[in-house]
């Protein structure tokens, strides 16, 4: 007999169906023979007997000499076959149906790049290269709420300011001019082009008061058409993509003023201590060559009755004619300029909903580099895409006592009552049946574990209520905040990114981290409320909602320059209200508040 035609083993050693054959239409067809994965011994009827072997089990044909015979082994594999594949797909139909509505809030998370505005509603330029900065174009695919559209006059004042600082920036013949200007210590009126004056924004202090101060100076810098040029130092020069198409927001190196980032409240070439020494006045007839070529803007916690007149209209007129400013501020000081009346009605025009100013401000200036955003974006899709509902929990505690069972329970009372998180059962109480595909993940971020932990550990020793799993998750735990180090900065920023991208959120008063996240986000947080100075009352209400999305003013002027004389500044424009978390900060508030 040819050796095609001998019944064999599958090449696997298993039981594989095996047919030996020839053509049907070759004479005297030998029997056809099968190897068949069956449990028994089976007689089949006009088949034969399945004997098994140490093969395969072999089908030998009795009787099949008739050529319609093979027909009616076609015919039973046939039938078999839906059998066959219900079996097989049985199989991993659990595994199947535990991930198909994980892969489902997966793809509706992430969707696709095509159902996203990449650019923001025209917030952002188009044509950067996505290599050299994917978060740029990436971001709203990793956001469930698409954010609030900037106005129409928002947009083109952007483009503009782009052809501003393409034209005026770095590595140009203005900038280079300008420069040299300042070196030689000449006022502007000599040496330069009028139309590229210069704004530079100097880093210090904590990350979140970094970005607010850059957002501040920014939009300062679009109100006064000002080059705005940031500070390198302190990872502002590590941590975010270039925010300008074709051109650099960062301050060069061989800038001539040397010893800029060590200007103080006594450095007499301050603005408050040149008014109070008359070197300059605020008066309209003051020359532009009796200016200096620049002026330090001290706006930070510490400033004077003198710095603060930086707010007021006759102080802006002698300031537009200076060509070089250097600014220094801790602070969000946006709701000082809605102060300026001279800024006011250019203001409306940009932002005609005032809570919005540094949720669009954020969004356009401060992008993850690639190595961020590999670190938001792990992690997004490891914890948090696939839950129903992501919650933020951002704790920072003032003081000496970092763990707090006071600021513990705080928490856990804030979100419970306000229905972020459900209740917890006493142990051994019966667990309801978990709603289909309801799942909540917790992110917490703090410097230290014990809070992340005592969360995770009440939802994972006790049922909830409503029968939800709840997954708590902590990203990092520096223990300290370490100012300018690049690799805890590089956390930090991750972290904000990740809080802003959940979608309900609870911040602690005062927290400039949590401003950042918020205003990114366009999300109105619980505001926790800062407890007494012993930390040992949990404070009643533990929160409440905050009146918008914007950061807070800290440390605002209490000056009417109309009447020159002291005022609450909190009742002098509908839309600047004093904050929720600090009685004395000022907040934009939404026009209808």
Same mark, same amino acid.
């Given at each position: ?37 069956? !449990? ?17 089990? =072999? ?39 535990? @991930? ?19 650019? /923001? ?32 006059? #928002? ?10 600082? *393409? ?7 203005? &900038? ?21 004056? &210069? ?50 927001? #960062?301050?060069? !190196?061989?800038?001539?003023?040397? @010893? ?6 006594? =450095? ?66 946006? !709701? ?46 490891? &914890? /948090? ?19 707090? =069972? ?42 230290? =574990? ?8 009440? &939802? ?13 998750? *902590? ?6 905040? *370490? ?42 947080? #619980? ?64 026009? @209808?508040?």
């Amino acid at each position: 007999m040819d050796a095609s035609l001998m019944p064999r083993r599958s090449e696997h050693g298993d039981a594989r169906l095996v047919l030996a054959t020839t053509p049907l239409t070759s004479p005297g067809t030998p029997p056809y023979e099968f190897a068949a994965a069956c !449990p028994s011994q089976t007689r089949s009827a006009g088949l034969g007997w399945m004997k098994r072997s140490r093969g395969p089990y =072999t089908i030998h044909h009795r009787g099949m000499a008739k050529r319609g015979g093979w027909r009616r082994v076609v015919i039973l594999l046939l039938l078999s076959l839906p059998l066959l594949l219900l079996l097989l797909l049985s199989a991993e139909r659990r595994v199947l149906i535990a @991930s198909d509505s994980r892969l489902l809030r997966l793809v509706k998370a992430r969707g696709s790049a095509t159902g996203h505005d990449r650019l /923001l509603g025209g917030l952002l330029a188009d044509g950067v290269d996505e290599r050299s900065c994917q978060s740029r174009y990436q971001s709203a695919m990793y956001r469930r709420k698409a954010g609030r559209k900037p106005s129409p006059y #928002l947009v083109s004042k952007l483009r503009r300011h782009e052809a501003l600082q *393409q034209r005026c920036g770095p590595g140009s013949a203005a &900038y280079s001019e300008a420069a040299e200007q300042l070196r030689s210590g000449k006022t502007a009126g000599v040496i330069g082009s009028p139309d590229c004056k &210069y704004l530079v924004s100097i880093s210090y202090r904590g990350l979140g008061n970094r970005m607010l101060a850059a957002a501040s100076a920014f939009l300062y810098a679009v109100l006064t058409d000002r080059v705005l040029l940031v500070d390198p130092s302190n990872e502002m020069g590590e941590l975010f993509c270039e925010p300008f198409p074709g051109t650099t927001w #960062l301050l060069p !190196p061989d800038f001539p003023l040397t @010893s800029y980032t060590n200007f103080s409240a006594d =450095t007499a070439e301050s603005y408050g201590n040149m008014l109070k020494k008359k070197v300059i006045g605020a008066a309209s007839t003051t020359a532009p060559k009796q200016l200096p070529p620049f002026a330090y803007i001290h706006l930070d916690h510490d400033y004077t009755d003198e710095d603060k007149l930086f707010f007021c209209d006759e102080d802006q007129r002698v300031l537009r004619d200076i060509r070089w400013l250097v600014m220094r501020t801790d602070n969000y000081i946006v !709701p000082g300029l809605f102060l300026a009346t001279s800024f006011q009605e250019e203001l409306d025009m940009l932002f005609p909903e005032p809570d919005t100013v540094f949720h669009h401000l954020g969004r356009y200036l401060f992008h993850p580099n690639n190595h961020v955003w590999g670190l938001v974006t792990r992690y997004h899709d490891a &914890y /948090l895409a696939a839950a129903h509902q992501r919650v933020g929990i951002q704790v920072r505690v003032f003081g000496n006592v970092p763990e707090s =069972t006071q600021v513990l329970e705080q928490i856990t009372t804030c979100t419970q009552k306000e229905g972020l998180l459900p209740e917890v059962l006493a142990v051994g109480t019966a667990v309801p049946p978990t709603p289909a595909g309801k799942s909540i993940a917790v992110l917490v971020t703090s410097l230290k =574990t014990w809070y992340y932990d005592k969360i995770k550990s009440l &939802y994972w020793e006790h049922a909830t209520a409503t029968g939800e799993a709840v997954g708590v998750h *902590q990203p990092s735990h520096e223990e300290h905040q *370490q100012f300018g180090a690049k690799s805890h900065d590089a956390k930090a920023w991750a972290e904000i990114y990740l809080l802003s991208l959940t979608d309900v959120l609870v911040t602690t008063g005062w927290s400039t981290f949590g401003y950042v996240a918020q205003g990114l986000g366009g999300l109105t947080p #619980l505001i926790m409320y800062k407890p007494d100075e012993n930390g040992s009352v949990v404070p009643d209400p533990p929160c409440s909602r905050d009146l918008s999305m914007e950061p807070c003013f800290h440390a605002p002027p209490y000056y009417d320059c109309r009447v020159k004389k002291g005022a609450d500044t909190g009742k002098m424009v509908p839309h600047v209200q004093n904050c929720k978390d600090m009685s004395w900060g000022l907040k934009l508030a939404p026009r @209808s508040a």
